[in-house]
């Protein structure tokens, strides 16, 4: 079974500051997306990365896929309290074209 | 446009009722898809539709849950005898087609909760 694991699991800090999700997994994945989710609300896909060693920005956010396609990571600068979510990140296995594995998310609370 | 919509938002029901969770995918889409999301953990697939049919149903945890999507659009989820670990939120996604080229935009999803 694969499995993605996301760390840390609960981040409460201060606006301005800066942030970093970990997601990791010792299983090779053809894509990663992140996710954000509303109390109430499906999650809302924020990017995707496909090849080793992308990165990509939005905004404030960059996001990450490790060279080996097995771990990604989502930087956030100056955070704001609008940022406060819950983050999901989600991989594609090789062997499947639509059977996303979710992490276990990270809830995030920015304090204005 | 429209996105996908689930009803109902809130379920509750008692231990060993049936229940029929439905999913208005997004007009067009032809690729439809159930997770279930317990709380404090992350949406886990239960079953792929592509058109009518149930391409890939491997993530159903027993018999008593089954889906169907008889017109290739609306899809129903149900639970027979439910049971209280069955509590948790029911998301649908659909995507234009299946495959890696194609976003899962979610639902809402619909709340379940047995007592």
């Known amino acids: 079974t694969q499995l993605l694991e996301q760390s840390p699991q609960f981040l409460s800090i201060q606006e301005g500051e800066n942030l970093t999700v970990y997601c990791n997994s010792s299983s090779v994945f053809s894509s990663l997306q992140w996710y954000r989710q509303e109390p109430g609300e499906g999650p809302v896909l924020l990017v995707t990365v496909v090849t080793g060693g992308e990165v990509k920005k939005l905004k404030r956010l960059t996001f990450q896929f490790g060279d080996a396609r097995k771990d990604s990571s989502l930087h956030i600068t100056a955070a704001q309290p609008g940022d406060t979510g819950l983050y999901l990140c989600?991989?594609?296995?090789?062997?499947?074209?639509?059977?996303?594995?979710f992490g276990s998310g990270t809830r995030l609370l920015v304090r204005p | 446009g429209a996105g996908v919509s689930q009803t109902p938002s809130n379920k509750v029901t008692e231990k060993g009722k049936y229940v029929e969770l439905r999913c208005d995918p997004i007009?067009?889409?032809?690729?439809l898809y159930w997770y279930r999301q317990s709380l404090g953990q992350g949406p886990e697939f239960l079953i792929y539709?592509?058109?009518?049919?149930?391409?890939?149903d491997s993530g159903l945890p027993n018999d008593r849950f089954f889906a169907v999507r008889p017109e290739g659009s609306v899809s129903t989820l149900k639970i027979q005898r439910t049971e209280r670990g069955d509590s948790a939120v029911y998301l649908c996604a659909s995507s234009l087609n299946g495959g890696t080229s194609y976003e899962q935009y979610f639902g809402p999803g619909t709340r379940l909760t047995v007592t």
């Open positions: 539709f592509q058109g009518t049919g149930a391409a890939d």
């Open positions: 989600a991989g594609l296995p090789q062997e499947s074209s639509y059977k996303l594995i």
């Open positions: 007009s067009g889409h032809t690729a």
